[in-house]
């Protein structure tokens, strides 16, 4: 698993002449080694830092805490792969977890045979590491946060594989959302429906964004689920990522409690129209920036409010990535590329409506990867 | 909000001679902010590194994304408090949320008049951020982690009742997944089940631990809910952990699918009277260790096979917090201490049983804070 990734990276290095490197943002580690343990109650307690990876020589030695050493899966078997665990919970002791995580990489980075800089992410090792490494042994470094974002944009067969897994996921959710959605239900009673379709298809607890606002809210573009209970003929925007396999999904509907007013219908056409028209536009050798543009004069020319945010961007082991279909991004669509297109229009307080589907960027245009059903009440 | 907190902060600074601070675990900002945004996707995605906290002279600067500064609530407007924010998500550009977020502490430090060393927590600032104090400004640091945990230890009448609302929410749960359990049932179907009874009851999105796992998994003591079915007689441990207002709770129920066994039935009455036993311990003046150990010891004398884990904790901003009731720790307990309990006896692959409570130290004793049925089916 992600061999493919780790070759990637080590050609990287040998490019930039760099010999050894730290990776310690979890969109990183996920992507180089799988390793994507449950997010849910946030940075696990016990943890002494971020799980880490230490590339040298083409070799990849992972260090994470002993009771999430599972989620590493079989990483020690890969042929390119050392599984290095640190002692977190304790019993017998307070724990010491962040002084024994210090330590293992303080070890690594003694027997590394490689001499010159060590290239680290900064924004996301914590300064004991650093202090550890730096102060400790003396080694210099050079950032490299960043640095595999360009990689992680084309996805392999693989990756390919695990991102159709978890849209196929998110339209179980969105299919689950538009049977709860009625006048009297509220944001937080939809979510709570989705999130058991997701839950209970998956077998386990799925890691889900993003919003779930009626449109009546002042701030209806993006916000949580509430205690906001629909009233007839309110909009719900129902925004969805799930990550399975380490892979995110990302994509939105737009329902309606009861029926839908002209204006709302009126509108809901017009931006299928315009996801149509952006989708259309997704081919290899395409710019993001001219389709960001593209996609905003449209809406403009409707004579619809142009939204706020950006047209799209990729997915993959982050919920975010690279390449974002944004107004200043030169970047240039090619196979392998996912990208997620969210055209929307929003009156703050009334009502609004969004769309989103996720779209692979095959040899002559693009495949759609979510198929939930994308029309409002009564459509044909 | 958190003033008392604070307070105390202050003084333990003067007390150590130091005269500024930044703290960086989320734990700590909470508890001296009360900020404590959503955890469910893990670190926010457009975060620039965990929000800070600076603390000059009784001032203290919270340093967070603009994105989430509404769940800095009105923290401004505290006579001892200043809201900073950095840009985070942007639209015209790639986010340089690291960047700006170390701008705006640069500034704070550069504009900072006091002089010595800085206390930092180093195991949750970035390297980028120490980076930036440290070689961009020359200040010399120590390391403050740890340095709040005694303060955090007695809880205030504001912190008091956070934990009872948390607690009450936990109840929720737990009455959910008795009316849930049920041969067939899956341990994610339980899950969902108790976790919607208690976002709905919330009226939003709960940080949700911990366990939810069949006795006849290997590792019957602890695990996320996955695809295991129940089938009759199985034992299932339901361990829940609420987050409400930036506090949790902590708690554990064991049920049966259908009918117990007379092992289950023996063994679940006897973990009863454990608990009962442990909780006759707390009280002002007893030490930790004597009660880890005599619960251990009331155990073993029973015929049943000791936890492997620690005897308890307490919660607050964290879900472990000092004192923890284990061999090690001399810790004496004091009113206004919160310390769970929670005795078990396991199995592994067949059945096992957990039972724990939240308790609060009073004057001469200890009160229950948490109150869900504990009783096996049939219990009178």
Redesign the interface.
């Known amino acids: 698993m992600h061999q493919i990734q780790r070759q990637q990276t080590a050609e990287l290095l040998r490019q930039r002449g760099i010999s050894r490197a730290l990776f310690a943002h979890?969109e990183s580690v996920a992507w180089l080694t799988g390793y994507a343990p449950?997010?849910?109650?946030?940075?696990n307690?016990?943890a002494?830092?971020p799980a880490l990876v230490w590339v040298e020589d083409g070799h990849f030695t992972l260090i994470v805490q002993d009771g999430l050493a599972a989620h590493a899966g079989a990483f020690n078997d890969e042929p390119d792969g050392t599984l290095l665990t640190y002692r977190a919970y304790t019993?017998?002791?307070?724990s010491q977890s962040?002084a024994n995580q210090a330590e293992v990489l303080r070890s690594v980075a003694k027997s590394s045979r490689a001499r010159g800089m060590l290239a680290?992410e900064?924004?996301?090792?914590?300064?004991?590491?650093?202090?550890a490494i730096v102060f400790g042994l003396g080694i210099d470094l050079t950032?490299c946060?960043g640095w595999l974002k360009p990689l992680r944009m084309i996805k392999n067969a693989e990756e390919i594989a695990l991102i159709r897994a978890t849209c196929a996921l998110t339209d179980i959710g969105h299919a689950a959302a538009r049977a709860a959605v009625a006048p009297g239900m509220?944001e937080?009673?939809i979510?709570?429906e989705l999130?058991?379709a997701i839950?209970?298809t998956?077998?386990?607890?799925v890691?889900?964004?993003?919003d779930c606002t009626a449109g009546t809210r002042a701030f209806n573009i993006g916000a949580?689920?509430?205690?906001v209970a629909l009233r007839p003929g309110d909009s719900i925007i129902v925004d969805l990522?799930t990550r399975l396999g380490g892979y995110w999904s990302d994509s939105c509907m737009t329902h309606y409690a009861g029926e839908p007013s002209d204006k709302q219908i009126a509108t809901h056409r017009f931006i299928q129209s315009a996801l149509d028209y952006a989708i259309a536009l997704v081919k290899p050798g395409a710019i993001a920036r001219e389709i960001d543009a593209a996609v905003r004069a449209f809406i403009a020319k409707g004579g619809y409010p142009v939204y706020?945010?950006?047209t799209g961007h990729s997915v993959g082991t982050?919920?975010?990535e690279e390449p974002?279909i944004?107004?200043?991004?030169d970047a240039v669509l090619a196979p392998g590329m996912v990208i997620l297109l969210e055209p929307g229009t929003y009156w703050p307080g009334e009502t609004g409506c969004r769309l989103e589907d996720a779209l692979l960027v095959t040899t002559d245009g693009c495949e759609v990867l979510t198929h939930f059903d994308h029309t409002y009440p009564g459509q044909s």
Do not use: C, K
């Open positions: 979890q449950p997010l849910d109650m946030g940075t307690h016990f002494g830092g019993v017998d002791g307070p962040s680290v900064m924004d996301a090792l914590t300064a004991r590491l650093f202090e950032p946060d509220r937080i009673d979510w709570m999130q058991s839950n209970r998956a077998g386990h607890r890691p889900l964004g993003n949580w689920p509430g205690d990522s706020p945010h950006h982050g919920p975010h974002r944004a107004p200043y991004n």
